[in-house]
């Protein structure tokens, strides 16, 4: 074959670029401003949130929300306002005025507040876009309405359920609080095509057997008890392979499928059944620094990714299979923490035995009841199932737990007082005899809060004081456990 000159090669090359700059084909990841890295990429000019969503409360968000009708005046309208049963207003917002209707919720869940924080953004980004042909493209073709935090009393007080207690995610029936039945009321008037049921489900969920830890779980909200397929939960299957495809280049391997079956009383569920095809998104955990702040940031691209697939069409393109090819939710394989292989010794005066430690550090996430809210010893054991977000090799250590009660919370005075008693720097004889004084006090087991002390060999035959986990967190110039896996980005 004839090998074509160079400068045709470059002419033919100029000429791609030239036709890609001036009509990107749909789904061109370089030049789309909906492309997961583009999204990404702007986030940080378009924040509005602050860096901690559980510090947003009624009173901040009505802040926000002015700031961005004074900075981008007529971007959206307050179209209506729910009340809660404290009397805290709860804004329904409309920007855009196409022909698809979307509703978006978050924080239906006093304590989930991740979505808040990145639709806030989401208005800004939009905003500051006014004019932008893809922008007005999108508020052409969908009229979006957002009710951000959704559940304001529970928010002011980081819990889960309304001033009265109830859980509005298992109202949707008998519709007992003003916040649902002003959900119920907004969705039957504007009769959306397409919903979005926004929540955090807590860090401690693996995507998949042994996989990655989740940052975003999405379910295809079925309408009924078979779980039956219909045009509506297509939608929301294909929708939730976009934001996998969104989010998976960005974080590789955390997303996942909610793992829940249909509950009639529950929202999502009744949404769907009552015609509003509904997609959740769970928000999880990405352990590592300004996790709550990436969270958001995914959030964000998600959100908005997904809303253009809406808007442009290329939602219709998605194959359906893709949705049940995203690995499922596994809880109980993840853990905040995990001490290996320790030498345990405690108050029951039986000789030292090697063991595992698993500890929890709950944030302000409480979840469900009955989950676990004190940091604290989860489990004793053989726990090779478990992963820690962090892992202590502890194969060289004696851990001695030592109760709460005898023990400073702070590092360097709960070193003074063991320097005090002269357990710094003592013999392992020395040790036991008195984690044997303090009898039952002193027994590393499921609850336990006190602090674990872990004394390495040091010289003389004597053990050296090297660390401790207090609260569920590494202390002690002696230690250094290997932090969790860097993200991505
Ligand atoms: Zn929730």
């Not at 090359?13 to 997961?36: K, M, R, V």
């Not at 929890?360 to 979840?367: K, L, Q, R």
């Not at 604290?376 to 892992?391: N, T």
Request: with cysteine.
């Amino acid at each position: 074959m004839k090998r074509p000159a160079r400068t045709a090669i470059l002419a033919a090359a100029l000429a791609l670029s030239l036709t890609a700059a001036a009509a990107p084909p749909p789904g061109s990841a370089a030049a789309s401003p909906w492309s997961a890295s583009a999204l990404w990429d702007t986030w940080p000019s378009a924040r509005v949130s602050g860096p901690d969503p559980w510090a947003l409360k009624h009173a901040g968000l009505r802040a926000a929300l002015d700031l961005l009708q004074a900075r981008q005046p007529g971007l959206f309208v307050v179209e209506q306002e729910g009340v809660s049963s404290e009397g805290r207003k709860i804004p329904l917002l409309r920007l855009g005025s196409g022909p698809t209707g979307v509703l978006l919720w978050s924080q239906m869940h006093g304590d989930e507040p991740t979505a808040t924080s990145a639709l806030l953004d989401v208005l800004s980004w939009l905003g500051a876009r006014r004019g932008n042909a893809a922008v007005e493209q999108l508020l052409s073709r969908l009229t979006i309405r957002i009710i951000p935090m959704l559940n304001p009393d529970g928010a002011e007080r980081t819990q889960r359920r309304t001033a009265e207690e109830i859980d509005i995610n298992r109202d949707a029936l008998r519709l007992s609080t003003p916040e649902g039945r002003f959900l119920k009321s907004v969705r039957d008037r504007t009769k959306p095509v397409a919903g979005y049921n926004l929540h955090n489900q807590g860090p401690n969920v693996a995507a998949g057997k042994g996989g990655e830890q989740v940052a975003i779980s999405l379910l295809s909200v079925p309408g009924d008890e078979a779980l039956s397929e219909t045009e509506g939960t297509r939608r929301t299957k294909r929708l939730a392979a976009i934001v996998n495809s969104l989010v998976t280049p960005i974080a590789p391997g955390r997303v996942a499928r909610y793992d829940m079956d249909y509950t009639a009383r529950a929202f999502g569920d009744s949404m769907t059944r009552w015609g509003t095809p509904t997609l959740l998104i769970e928000t999880g955990g990405w352990a590592g620094p300004d996790e709550a702040a990436r969270l958001v940031r995914l959030n964000f691209v998600a959100l908005l990714g997904s809303l253009a697939a809406l808007a442009d069409g290329s939602v219709d393109q998605v194959d359906v299979a893709d949705y049940a090819r995203i690995p499922l939710n596994t809880r109980d394989s993840l853990c905040a923490l995990v001490v290996r292989g320790t030498r345990l010794a405690t108050g029951r005066g039986l000789p030292p035995f090697t063991a595992d430690l698993s500890f929890a550090v709950p944030g302000p996430f409480a979840g469900e009841a009955p989950r676990r809210r004190e940091p604290g010893i989860v489990e004793v054991g053989d726990l090779a199932h478990l992963r820690g977000l962090a892992e202590l090799d502890a194969t060289k250590l004696l851990a001695i737990p030592w109760p709460a009660t005898e023990a400073p919370e702070e590092w360097t005075e709960l070193q003074a007082t063991l320097d005090s008693r002269g357990l710094v720097d003592a013999s392992e004889a020395r040790l036991l005899a008195a984690v044997r004084a303090l009898g039952e006090a002193a027994v590393a087991r499921s609850g336990f809060a006190g602090p674990v002390l872990l004394y390495r060999e040091g010289v003389d035959g004597k053990l050296t004081l090297a660390g401790a986990i207090i609260r569920g967190r590494v202390v002690g110039e002696g230690l250094t456990p290997p932090l969790p896996s860097a993200p991505a980005k």
